[in-house]
Each structure stands twice: as structure tokens, then as C-alpha cells.
């Protein structure tokens, strides 16, 4: 026991003494907290709208009031010509060119069915998917108040009202922000642990001080401990320290408990640094090691439904997220903070988490050897 | 020097792939016997001690060291042993009492025996002044006497040096050599490797490698007489050149 | 030249016998692709749902069984009990619950009119919002389709989806990952090889010898260029003959325009160098001044318009902003060089910024 507080002593007298990490540690949350929120909007607003109306008619004047109108729509251009307003979309000036036929009216009105033509812009998918169909609802609407005009008071719809009340639950200012702050939060932790803890135990690798450790009659597990530790309590820090920053930047308070958040982080920054010790054994300069957790990190973000959602993903990917650490932590982070999830709601992720842990770290306790 | 025997290596081999890096050397170590083994580079001295030191496995042939067996005992081994490379032995970021109470706390020493040895060791070394100050700042020499004197700290029954006293200027070379004929003479065994042959003649016994086998083991005026040299070094000569492991 | 040849070999062989490093300097772009463009959407679907049926009547029936096949919505739980509702949400189970009340049916005859509400999780708010859309779309439609009896009118919409026709969302991603390799792979490395030399201090005995200072600058650069060219070929093949993403436009335009972007990586790379002797630091500046940015402001991730001004004023400084713009245009678009000329005049100016910039720094350095 003595050994491991001699051992943990030297440890944060030298992580401390490291100016790289402290400012890191510092300005990294900070950085990430203040930019990634602000960037990662995928709120889609200002869709540009240049129209080409080949009707000029009443009723054709009337659709392209009536999208102007909404401020979701911003009207760029009005054209007479398609190959003019297509430039425009080419240079991404518009989003969406929406194209009235001649004839719209007399269409409508003769046979009771006409046609508009759109044409999005989908490099941007998200954009275009909501984009469009945001138009496609206006259109609609404007269709329905079309029929309303026309139609007579009895008989027509009759059984045809079904209206559709939209409620949100647990985030009805609809902010983005306050979606993406939890997850930036579990990315923040997952780079602390993973990364710094695998650069440490490689630059002692490189310097060749695992050598004289070594030699002497430290434990293995003594060593491990070592240095799991004092990056365990770091990234309990970070978190608080991103929490904090959330509070006071973004007014994000989590619905539920801090304690809850607490029991869940700390197995899961178990398994991260289990994960930097196995890219340490793999990495021989910190050039390797940065490069290695770099890489593996960069995936299981990208998988961990933090940008974009798992159910969307094909079913083989969906089954890589269920290894993936990541995944788990943002679940949590997101139900606890916005839904105020209990411990009980999320026992499922604790036992799996500790059970990624308790692997991890154990192969990389049984596969340290001091005698190679 | 009595003839107690402390280390004790027999066929010890290391093999990496088809490569044998050490053949099956065999020797003893007397308790308080300051023991040189020298060898060009490549020749596998390096290889061979870090398999006395627990560092790397043999790949076969046994070893006692300090009464313990190499292949069963390496941790009680540890407990018994002191170590110093030239590459590294302390912590560059830590001061010197960080170091000493790190060492001093690793090896099992407690907090007023820790706090004892620290003042003696900065008296002796005339550090003093020095105590708080980080180890990198120090000139090398400095840096490898107090690394000596650490791995001398929980006195250890044998100590291995590994080339302590490369790139450090002749005085504080001989003032190093002090400090290591008094730890033999306290009945610390020494086994050092050194490529400076003047060293060798400080030693009590010498063994030369080539090539991954013992080619010579005896006292520096034995060998001396045996290969009709005026020097170490040109025994030493003698023997590298027969060498086909060149370093080049 | 001969002598510059001999560092050129030399710094290969660090490259090259670094296996591992070059295994996930070539192995990225590959994961990046597969992973952005097979795993990651934008595109809503099997949204798992819950519906509470408490009419459980001929309409409701239908109008569940039209949602439930629908590819965006996996109907996983059917709910009972008002609490059970709660629980749904609470236990992350599902996004969206419909609910029906018990009378719908026979509201819908009597008085024309009832009402399903749709209640949705708004953690995410953009698959809230759509989820909600596809949902009402369904319901409206069922409504339509179970009405087409009298003259209702009707306006049509026929929707043309251009340049990425299957709103997959790797058209965006694929520029967007070949800008990011880049940055990793030159300005990266060779910003962290050149230090690595300095603090290894075997640049100084380089400097000692005959060879012109920059000339060894230029010499550790060029794996990392020869590198990233394969890379880019690598993910432009990947990009046509795995994602099926075909390249619109003129593909000499395309490579020029990508290795102009890894002169302007390599020298902001040289430039990192000479801002510091530590390989840590170097590290962290790569990170923080390089990478981040690219991948959070160049607007491959994230739309740079929906940013503050602040951070759009910024993403003008990022030069992977500027590659993206062309790339895009280019290769997604197939627009021709009239179109970007202006942003690779900018990209042109930034690259030799960079390297005068570094040139000047190192030339005081080493004085």
C-alpha cells in the first residue's frame, strides 16, 4: 500500500510539473466547450429560395408570398429563367429553386390538379431533407387552404380532419446546443483518459525510465494503479470543470442527478484508460501513441451516435457501437442531463461499462510484463 | 572478500530468434567483489546483465542471485539489488529529495529512515544547496553520483552499474570510483561494465565477452600476464579483434 | 541536387520504417471513408417509436399499420398505460410516442374532427422535427388516399434532389475527409519530424553539414507528399468504385486542386516547426491549431452559415474552408474552374503567406 502512495506521490508531482498538460487540460475543455457547441448546429434555418415563375398568375403570386413569409425562407432571387436560377444553386447562393410552371392556375382551377416543380440542393443532405420538405409543407398548406376556400360548408371533408398535435418533450425551446453539450462533454473526458494516460506511459517508455521501474520490486498490478489513478482523478476533474462551463456559459443544468453522472463516469473512465494502457503497449514513441489513440478515439466518436443517430446506421455498425464505450456514456449523458434519467434507468449501461472495464484492464494488468 | 557467492549464472543463454545473443556464460560473483564485465558493443554484456537484473527472461540456464533463483525468485531478487544505467536512473522532472524519498519509499524505507539518508547522502555529496533543485539542471556528473548513491540507498547486497560513468570528466570519474570502493568494502558487491580500461584495473575481477561467450575471466594481472599485455587495453585488443560481431 | 537526393532517401527510411505510423497514416482515410460513408446518415429511418392505440378502431388500425411500414419508423413498443410513457422516454427506448385517444374514431364521424398527438423526444431537436414531419406526412396522406372521392384540389410537388440524388450524406463527407488526412498527414508529421529533429539535436548536425538549411526542410517534406498523394488517390478511387460517388468534374482540375491543398498543408506544417523545439508542443499546436479547426470550421461537419460570426470570421482563416469550397464544387458538383478561381487564388496566397512566414522564422532561428 505504502508503495502505491510513493508511486502515486511521484506521479501528480510529475503531471503537474508538465506545462503541456495543465494548459491541455485547461484550455482544451475550454476550447471545446465554447467553439463545438456554437459550430456543431445542425439547426436548419435561412434555407435560401430562388423562385422561377413562369405563371405570373394570382394564385402563383400568392404561393411565393406565402413561402417568403414564413422566416424560415429567405427569398434570394426571383428569375425568368430555370438555367439562371439553377446558377445560383451552383454557386450556393440558393438552397432550393422552386420552379411554378406556366399554367399553374388554369391547372388548378380546370382540372383541379397542378404541378410545381423543386429543385434542392442536396450536398448537404441535412439541409436539403428538411429544406425541402419544410417547402413541401408550405405548399401543402397553401393547398389546403386552397381547398378550404373552394370548398362548400357541407358534405366535402367530411370525415377528413384529422389534425396532428406535435408536443416536445424534454428539450422545448428545440436548442441544439443543449443536445450537443452532454456529448461534447463525454468526448472531453474520453480524450483525457485515453489520450494522456497512453502518451505518459509511452514517454516513459521512450525516456527509458520503465526501466528502472522495472528493476525494482514494484508490483505489477502497484504500476498499473499508478498510473490509472491520477488520470482517473483528472478526467473526474475535466468533467467538473466542462460541467461548470456548461452552467455558466449555456445555463445547461442536468435534469437529473450529479451523482448519477458521477457513478457512470467514473467506471467509464475506467475503461478509457484501460484503452490507453493497451495503445501504450502498442506504441513505442509518443508520435505512435498519439497517432494510435488518435485513430481508435476518432472512430468510436464517429460511432457513437454524437453527430449523427445509430438507428439510422446499417445494422453491422450498429453492432460496433455496442462495443463501443462512447456510445453508452453519450446515451447516459443525454438522458440523465436532458431527461433526468435515474441510476435505475441506466443499469443496463453501468453493468456493461464495468464489464468493458474489468476486461480491458485486466488483459492489460495479465499482459504487462516487467521481464521480457 | 570472503567467499561467500552471490551471483551465480550457469549456460545462462538468450536467444532472440536465430540470433543467440549470449551463449551459455557461466561465472561467480564473490560478496563484496568488485566485478568487471567488459565486452565491445554487441558482444551481448548489456543482454547478459539484463537478464541477472530480471529484465529480460533466459531463454535458458539458471541463475542465482543474492541466494534467490532467477527463473522463480525475481521479485525477492529485486528486493535485494540496486541498479544504475547510464541512460537513465532518476527522474529529470523531480528534485533530488523527490528522487531519494521515491527510491527510499519504493524500496521500503520508512519516512524517518528516508528523512536520515537524505540528509546524509546531500552531506556527503555536498548538495545541500541543491536539495529542492530539479534533477535535470544538475551536470551530469552530479546527476550520476546522487543516481549511485540512490541505488545504494536500501543497501542493497549487490549493486549493477551499467557504464555509470560515460561522458563524465576524469576527476569526478575517480571521485565515483571512491564511492564505489566503499560500497565493496561495506560488503556491497559491485558488478560493473565500463568501456574505459583504466576502470577495469580498479576492478577486483575482469571478464572480457566476444561475441556472446566469456572468452577471458580472471583478475586485471592475471589476464595481464595471460595475454602479455602492459595494459588492459590491450588485452582487451587482443580479444575484440578475434571478434566476427563487429559493432560497426 | 545529389545531396538533396540523399536527405530525400533518408527521410524515407524514417517514414518507412515506422510501420505502425504508416499503417494508420494510410488506414485512416480508408476507416474515415467507410465509416462516413457507409454507418454515418443525416437520413431519419428506423426511428424506434411508441404508439398508445387507446381507440384501437379501424382508422387508427390503418393509420398504425402505414406508419409502422414506412422505412423511417420501427414501431417497438405498443404502450398501455399513461405511465408507461414516461418510462419509454425515460429509459431512452424510444423517440417518438403517437398517441391516439380513445374516442378518435367516433370524434372523426360525429364532429369531422379529432386529434393524434404526436408526442416527440426534442433531445435531438432536427430528428424531433423530422420525425414529427414524416409522421403528419403519413397521417395526411392516409387522410388523402382514404378521401380521393370528390374533386378535392390538389397541388403536387415533384421534388429533384441535385447533384446528390440519393441524400447519401457522404457527397458532403468525402471532400471533407480528404481535407483532413491531408492536414493530419502533412502538416502533422512534418511539422512533428522536423522537431523531433531539433530536439533530438541531430539538427544541428545537419546544419553543420554543406547542405542548404531549407533544402533539408524540403527534404522531409516530400514522403509526406508522395504520401499524401497516394492518399488522395486511394480516396478518390474509394470514393468512386466503393461509395459510388462519381467524380462530376474535370478530374485534372481535381488533383491539382488537391495537391495545391497539401503544399498549403505541408506549409503550415513547416511553419509549426519553427514555432517550437518540443515535440509535445508541436503535437498540441497540430491539434489545437490545425485539426480542430479543420474539422470543426471548415464546414465539411458542420454548416459554416448556421455559425456565430465570430466563428465564421475565423473559418476564413482555416484553409481546409477554402479546399472544401472547391472540392465540393468540383468534384460533387462538377463545376469547372470559372467557379472557384477566387478560392484558389486565396488558397494559393495562404500557402505562400505560410511559407514565407517559416522561411523567415527559421532563417533568425538558426542565426
Redesign the interface.
Known sequence: M??L???L??EF??IF??P?IL??MF??PT?QLL??P?????????VNVCVVDFDHSPYSQRLVAKITSTDYFQLVAFTDSYDKALRY????QADVVLQIPEGFERS?VKE???????????????????G??????V??D??RE??VE??QPQG?????????????????L???K??MVPGILVILVTMVGGFLSA?NIVKEKE???I??I??????KYHFVLGKLIPFWILGLIILTIGFTIAWVVYGIVPVGSFLTIYVFAAAYLLVVLGLGLGVST???????A???SF?IM??FI??GGL???I????FW?QV?TWFNPVTYFI?VM??VV?????LA?IKGQIVTVLLMAVVLNGFAVLNYR??? | MTGEIVISARDLTKRFGDFTAVKAITFDVMRGEIFGFLGANGAGKTTAMRML?????PTSGTAQIAGFDLATG??RI??N?G?M?Q???L????TIT?NI???G????LTDKEIKDKTRQMLGTLHLEDQAKTITKALPLGWKQKVAFSVAMLHQPRIVFLDEPTGGVDPVTRREFWTMIYEAANSGTTVFVTTHYMDEAEYCDRVSIMVDGSIEALDTPLKLKEQFESSSMENVFIQLARKATRSNA | MKQFLFFVQKEFYHVWR?K??MF??F??PV??IL??G???????????IAVWDQANDKISRGIIDQIGGSRYF?IGMNLNREDELEQA????KV?MAIVFPSDFESA??HN???????????????????L??Y???I??DY??S??RI????????????????Q???S??FVPGVMALVLMLVCAMMTS?SIV?EKEMGTMEVILVSPIVPIRVVIAKMVPYFLLSAINICSILLMSVFVLDVPIQGNLLLVVSECLLFTITALAFGLLISSLTN????A??ISL?GLF?PTM??SGF???V????VP?QVISNVVPAKWFY?IS??VM??G?SFD?VWKETLILAGMTLFFMLLSVKKFKTRLE
Not at chain 1, 366535402?156 to 422545448?172: L, T
Open positions: 505504502r508503495a502512495r510513493i508511486l506521490e511521484k508531482r510529475q510539473r508538465n503541456a494548459r491541455l484550455m482544451v476550447v467553439i463545438l456554437h459550430a456543431a448546429d445542425f439547426e436548419v434555418k435561412n444553386l451552383a454557386k450556393d388548378l383541379d390538379e397542378t404541378k410545381v416543380f423543386m429543385a434542392v440542393n442536396a450536398v448537404n443532405g441535412v439541409k436539403a431533407g428538411l425541402g420538405a419544410y417547402l413541401q409543407g405548399v401543402a397553401f393547398n386552397v381547398r373552394w370548398s366535402m371533408n367530411a370525415q377528413h380532419a384529422i389534425g396532428v398535435e406535435a408536443i416536445n418533450w424534454y428539450n422545448p428545440m436548442n441544439y443543449t443536445f502518451l525516456v527509458g525510465t526501466e528502472q522495472n528493476v525494482t520490486p514494484i508490483r502498442l506504441a513505442n514513441t509518443q508520435q505512435q498519439m497517432l494510435i485513430f476518432m472512430i464517429l460511432l453527430f449523427t443517430s438507428d439510422s446506421m446499417p455498425a460496433v446515451e443525454r438522458m436532458l431527461k433526468g434519467s435515474t434507468d516487467k521481464r521480457s | 537484473c530480471g529484465l529480460s527472461l525475481s521479485e529485486k528486493q539489488i541498479y544505467s541512460k537513465f536512473s527522474y529529470d522532472d523531480l523527490e524519498r521515491f527510491y519509499g519504493i524500496y521500503g | 515506422d505502425r505510423t494508420i497514416l488506414g485512416m476507416v474515415q465509416i462516413f457507409f454507418a454515418l446518415t443525416n437520413e431519419v429511418k428506423n426511428a424506434r420501427n422516454f425515460q429509459s431512452g423517440k372523426l364521424i369531422n374532427q379529432a386529434t393524434i398527438q404526436l408526442i416527440a423526444d426534442a433531445t435531438d431537436p432536427n430528428v424531433a422535427t423530422t414529427a414531419n409522421a403528419t406526412a397521417i395526411m387522410q388523402t382514404r378521401g370528390q374533386q378535392i384540389p390538389a397541388i403536387k410537388t415533384e421534388v429533384r434532389m441535385l447533384y446528390n440524388p441524400l447519401k450524406g457527397y458532403s512533428i523531433r518540443s515535440q509535445q508542443v503535437m498540441l489545437m480542430l470543426l470550421l461537419m458542420f454548416p452559415e448556421n455559425m456565430p466563428l469550397i465540393r464544387s460533387i458538383k463545376l467557379y
